[in-house]
C-alpha cells in the first residue's frame, strides 16, 4: 500500500515557478514508477511526466517541454516537479501517482494522491 500526498500548488503569475512535491508513505517507493498528471476545469486528466525506479525520465514534451523536471529522492520517498516559465493553459489540479510497471500506461498506475491545485494568472 503507498500512500501519495501531494503539496506546493498555489497561485502564481504567468512567467513564474512553482515546485510541486509527493509525499509516499511506505518501504516501497523506490520500487515504483512515479507521474504526474494534470486536470484543468472541462478537460480530462493529462499526462505530465514519469520517472521510473532506474531514473529514466519522460515528458508530455508538447505541453510541458523544457519547462517542467520530474525527479525524485528515493531517501526522503518524495517525488518532485519543477515548474518553471509557467502559462496560464498549465492551470489544473496536479495529480502524483504510483505504478509497479516500469513503463505503465494510465491504466497501470495503482495509487493516486489528493490532488494540488496551480493556478497561473496571466
Known amino acids: 500500500q503507498v500512500q501519495l500526498v501531494e503539496s506546493g500548488g498555489g497561485l502564481v503569475q504567468a512567467g513564474g515557478s512553482l515546485r510541486l512535491s509527493c509525499a509516499a508513505s511506505?518501504?516501497?517507493?523506490?520500487?515504483?514508477?512515479m507521474g504526474w498528471f494534470r486536470q484543468a476545469p472541462g478537460k480530462e486528466r493529462e499526462f505530465v511526466a514519469v520517472i521510473n525506479w532506474v531514473g529514466g525520465t519522460t515528458y508530455n514534451t508538447a505541453s510541458v517541454k523544457g519547462r517542467f523536471t520530474i525527479s525524485r529522492d528515493n531517501t526522503k520517498n518524495t517525488l518532485y516537479l519543477q515548474m518553471t516559465s509557467l502559462k496560464p493553459e498549465d492551470t489544473a489540479v496536479y495529480y502524483c501517482a504510483a505504478s509497479r510497471s516500469l513503463f505503465p500506461t494510465e491504466n497501470d498506475y495503482d495509487y493516486w494522491g489528493q490532488g494540488t491545485q496551480v493556478t497561473v494568472s496571466s
Open positions: 511506505g518501504r516501497t517507493f523506490n520500487m515504483h514508477t
